[in-house]
C-alpha cells in the first residue's frame, strides 16, 4: 500500500506570500501529525488531528499558521505572509490511531525556502 | 516535561564493526521510545519501537535498541554496520498520555569502508 505522501516535494516562495502544503496519510489511519525540520535541527511539533479534529495546535508557532483536514484523509498547512525563518521542510506523519504506542509514519516532506 | 537527548552529533565506524548511537530520555510516566533514520532528502523511515516488555528490541536492517530504565538510556545498536548505513538517526519520546513524538536533534552515523 502507499505510504504518506506530500506535495509540493519542494517550494520557493517571496517573502510576504502564502503557501499550503498537502499531505495524504495511509489510508486508514485516523491520526495525523506536522512536524518542522529547521536545518540541522530535530524535528519541532505543529498539530494532531485525530479524523478531522485537532485536539494539539499547540506547536503552531504563529497565528499565521493554520491546519485543517478533511474526509478524516487529506490535511493541508497554510502559512500566511511567510517569512524567512519559515524557511524548513514541512514533514507530515499518519498513525492508525492516536495513542501514544502506535508508529507514526513519515512522508518525504516539503521543502520550503522562503527568499 | 518529556525530552530526549542525544549526546553525539556524529559517530563514527568503519565498516563490519558493531555500532552504537546513545539515547537518553527523561519522562515523568511511563516511556514510548522510537528509532527513526533519515536518509538524504528523504523522510524518516520507522525502525524500531518500546512499548513494553523485553528490555531488547529488534527492529529493521539488523538494528536493535535496548531499554534501560534505570540509566533512562535507549541506546541504537548493529552488530556489524554497513557503509549503507549512514545516515541521520533520530531517537524520540512519547509519554503516556500525549499526543506528540519528542525528538532528539539527531547524530549523523558516517561507515567508512
Known amino acids: 500500500g502507499a505510504g504518506v505522501s506530500q506535495s509540493p516535494s519542494n517550494k520557493v516562495t517571496e517573502k510576504g506570500k502564502d503557501v499550503e502544503l498537502r499531505c495524504d496519510p495511509i489510508?486508514?489511519?485516523?491520526?495525523l501529525y506536522w512536524y518542522r525540520q529547521r536545518l540541522g535541527q530535530g524535528l519541532e511539533f505543529l498539530i494532531y488531528?485525530?479524523?478531522?479534529?485537532?485536539?494539539?495546535k499547540s506547536g503552531l508557532p504563529s497565528d499565521r499558521f493554520s491546519a485543517e483536514r478533511t474526509g478524516e484523509s487529506v490535511s493541508t498547512l497554510t502559512i500566511q505572509r511567510t517569512q524567512q525563518e519559515d524557511s524548513a521542510v514541512y514533514l507530515c506523519?499518519?498513525?492508525?490511531?492516536?495513542?501514544?504506542?502506535?508508529?507514526?509514519?513519515f512522508g518525504p516532506g516539503t521543502r520550503l525556502t522562503v527568499l | 516535561a518529556q525530552s530526549v537527548a542525544q549526546p553525539e552529533d556524529q559517530v563514527n565506524v568503519a565498516e563490519g564493526n558493531p555500532l552504537t548511537v546513545k539515547c537518553t530520555y527523561s519522562?515523568?510516566?511511563?516511556?514510548?521510545l522510537f528509532w527513526y533514520v533519515q536518509y538524504p532528502n528523504r523522510g524518516l523511515q520507522f525502525l524500531l519501537k518500546y512499548i513494553t516488555g523485553d528490555n531488547l528490541v529488534k527492529g529493521s536492517y539488523g538494528f536493535e535498541a535496548e531499554f534501560n530504565k534505570s540509566q533512562t538510556s535507549f541506546h541504537l545498536k548493529k552488530p556489524s554496520a554497513l557503509v549503507s548505513d549512514s545516515a541521520l538517526y533520530f531517537c524520540?519520546?512519547?509519554?503516556?498520555?500525549?499526543?506528540?513524538?519528542?525528538f532528539g536533534t539527531g547524530t549523523r552515523l558516517q561507515v567508512f569502508p
Open positions: 524520540a519520546v512519547r509519554e503516556g498520555n500525549t499526543d506528540k513524538l519528542i
Open positions: 506523519a499518519s498513525s492508525l490511531g492516536g495513542t501514544e504506542t502506535d508508529t507514526q509514519y
Open positions: 519522562v515523568s510516566g511511563n516511556p514510548y
Open positions: 488531528f485525530q479524523g478531522n479534529s485537532a485536539p494539539d
Open positions: 489510508s486508514g489511519h485516523t491520526a
